[in-house]
Structures are given as structure tokens and as C-alpha cells.
């Protein structure tokens, strides 16, 4: 499971807000595209960590890999 994945399903145990849905929107995809780039991150592009990031209220460092980032 990737740390994108573990993030969300703790934060949505805390609040309803965090749902692959939600995210998705977030990231500017679809939700089933979303759930594809949560088992692979390595192929969000940057902007799109950068999203998802500040709606954690995280460093993207904190969540993605340099490795990560397109």
C-alpha cells in the first residue's frame, strides 16, 4: 500500500472529508483514476501531489517520494 493510500484511510477514519472522491476532485481526475494513482504515485504529476498535499495540510515530502514526482 502506498504512504498515499495509509495517509487517507487514517485521515478518514478522523473526518469523512478524505474519500478517494474527494481526492479526486482535489487532483482534477476521475475517482477511478484516482485510485489508480493512489496504488501509483509515481504517475501524479507534480501539481497534482501538490494538491493533494496542501489538502492533507502536508509537505509533499512528508507524503511523496522524489522518486514520486513526474
Known amino acids: 500500500m502506498s504512504r498515499l493510500a495509509e495517509l487517507r484511510k ?8 478524505y ?9 482534477g481526475v ?3 483514476t484516482y ?4 496504488k501509483h504515485p509515481e504517475n501524479m ?6 494538491a493533494v498535499a496542501a489538502y492533507f495540510g502536508m509537505p ?3 507524503i511523496f517520494l522524489r522518486a514520486e514526482v513526474n
Open 10 to 17: 487514517t485521515k478518514l477514519a478522523e473526518a469523512s472529508r
Open 19 to 27: 474519500t478517494q472522491g474527494a481526492l479526486a476532485e482535489v487532483a
Open 30 to 32: 476521475s475517482r477511478p
Open 35 to 38: 485510485r489508480q494513482l493512489e
Open 45 to 50: 504529476t507534480q501539481r497534482q501531489q501538490e
Open 60 to 62: 509533499v515530502d512528508d
